[in-house]
Antibody, heavy 124, light 107 residues
């Protein structure tokens, strides 16, 4: 059974860099694709970005200038770096796996495995 | 970028009721839409993908329909454990996005 576990500092100062990791167990990073998603208190879900198992990344345009997602396949670790944080970046951060299904009417991606999330507060 | 608009933002229903939640996309996304349920304090859980394909282990009272720009999640015979917030998400290319959610309460 695939399990994802996010970790990182619970408190980050404004203007600093938020760095999180996600440990993947029960499955290899390859050949799956992976996402980082966040949820501000009492708010909806915001997609941050995606990393293909080849290392190719795609980011939310609203965050693209500040975000980097990477993967260490040998350690089964995903990483998220978000620079120049502000209070608006206070949220629970989830790592999540893309599932893929080939069906009679098309091929579909979806997010089928989520970590429990890690809460990060940006405050001085 | 594709925006998803969910309605209603909240609803309250009785056990046994039929509940529908709508998700509208700002442009056509074929059937590249998924639905998730999120209970308080937990991560979202996949219910449906491909607009209408039930994920394994999800009760058959959940169903999805639609294509293009309009999609519907239906819960037949609402159960107490169905309370939570429901989100739609498109996977019609990057950037992915989510609807703002529909909070479902049990009367």
């Amino acid at each position: 059974q695939v399990q994802l576990q996010e970790s990182g500092p619970g408190l980050v100062k404004p203007s600093e860099t938020l760095s999180l990791t996600c440990s993947v167990s029960g499955a290899s990073i390859v050949p799956y694709d992976w996402n980082w998603i966040r949820q501000s208190p009492g708010q909806g879900l915001e997609w941050i970005g995606h990393i293909h198992y080849s290392g190719t990344t795609d980011y939310n345009p609203a965050l693209e200038s500040r975000v980097t997602i990477s993967a260490d396949t040998s350690k089964s670790l995903l990483s998220l770096n978000l620079t120049s944080v502000s209070a608006a970046d206070t949220a629970t951060y989830f790592c999540a796996r893309d599932g893929f299904a080939q069906t009679w009417n098309g091929n579909y991606y979806y997010i089928d495995v989520w970590g429990k999330g890690v809460t990060v507060i940006v405050s001085s | 970028d594709i925006q998803l608009t969910q309605s209603p933002s909240s609803l309250s229903a009785f056990v046994g009721d039929r509940v529908t939640i709508t998700c509208r996309a700002s442009q056509g996304i074929s059937r590249f839409l998924a639905w998730y349920q999120q209970r308080s304090g937990t991560a979202p859980k996949l219910l449906i993908y491909g607009a209408s394909i039930l994920h394994r282990g999800v009760p058959s009272r959940f169903s999805g329909s639609g294509s293009g720009t309009e999609f519907v999640l239906t819960i037949e015979s609402l159960q107490p454990e169905d309370l939570g917030t429901y989100f739609c998400q498109h996977t019609n290319g990057f950037p992915y996005s989510f609807g703002r959610g529909t909070k479902l309460e049990i009367k």
